[in-house]
């Protein structure tokens, strides 16, 4: 079945420091890829997404570029800021047409960071 | 607008009530779904409605009773549960169910304790 793995946090940062999260997944197919990121007390956000290889999805300063050769996901920021604290989750949507948009969630990263 | 409104935002029963969480979109979605997340863990789908019928149900016991009145509201009615059943419990919609479609937004949830 499908899977997502997730580097195992938590991650730790300065303000303005540079962030990967790394994200990898097993699929049949031709999954969609999802950044979703859960503030403290709050539900899910949609942060970026990708539809098909070589895509790269952006949104607030993050990015993350669909590489199908390497099965991978990964988040990345330049620069962050203590407001990006938070548990960021890679997720997949199987490509199948019987799925109804299930995803698959990895187990999510928890970021911190300090002024 | 992509919001997805859930109330009460928190609920505390006992083991012998009988209570419903209320998910409602105004977004024109014709997929709806509930989801439950334990503290640190990434959320697991209970449900899935596709144009207001039951489509998928990830064999979750019978004290979860889904229902989808219409196409911008979906309850979750709870009934004999376990302490074990407290969570955050999440409802998201999509567009479609349809895989070209199907980008799902979720609601800040309800944090229920079963006591």
């Known amino acids: 079945g499908d899977s997502v793995t997730q580097m195992e946090g938590p991650v730790t940062l300065s303000e303005e420091a540079f962030l990967t999260i790394n994200c990898t997944y097993t699929?049949?197919?031709?999954?969609?890829l999802f950044w979703y990121v859960q503030y403290p007390g709050e539900g899910l956000q949609l942060l970026l997404k990708a539809t098909k290889a070589d895509d790269k999805g952006s949104n607030k300063g993050f990015e993350a570029t669909y590489r199908k050769e390497t099965t991978s996901f990964h988040l990345e920021k330049g620069s962050v800021q203590v407001s990006d604290s938070a548990v960021y989750f890679c997720?997949?949507?199987?490509?199948?047409?019987?799925?109804?948009?299930?995803?698959?969630f990895g187990q999510g990263t928890i970021l911190t960071v300090h002024p | 607008d992509t919001e997805v409104t859930q109330t009460p935002k928190h609920l505390v029963m006992g083991m012998t009530n009988k209570k419903s969480l209320k998910c409602e979109q105004h977004?024109?979605?014709?997929?709806m779904y509930w989801y439950k997340q334990k503290a640190k863990k990434p959320p697991e789908l209970m449900f899935v409605y596709s144009y207001e019928k039951l489509s998928i149900n990830e064999s979750v016991p019978s004290r979860f009773s889904p229902e989808c009145p219409n196409s911008s509201l979906l309850n979750l009615h709870l009934h004999a549960l376990q302490p074990e059943d407290s969570a955050l419990y999440l409802c998201?919609?999509?567009?479609?169910?349809?895989?070209?479609?199907?980008?799902?937004?979720f609601g800040a949830g309800t944090r229920l304790s079963v006591l």
């Open positions: 977004m024109g979605h014709r997929a």
């Open positions: 699929a049949t197919g031709y999954p969609s």
């Open positions: 997720a997949l949507r199987d490509a199948g047409g019987t799925s109804y948009g299930k995803l698959t």
């Open positions: 998201a919609s999509s567009p479609s169910p349809d895989m070209s479609k199907n980008i799902q937004y």
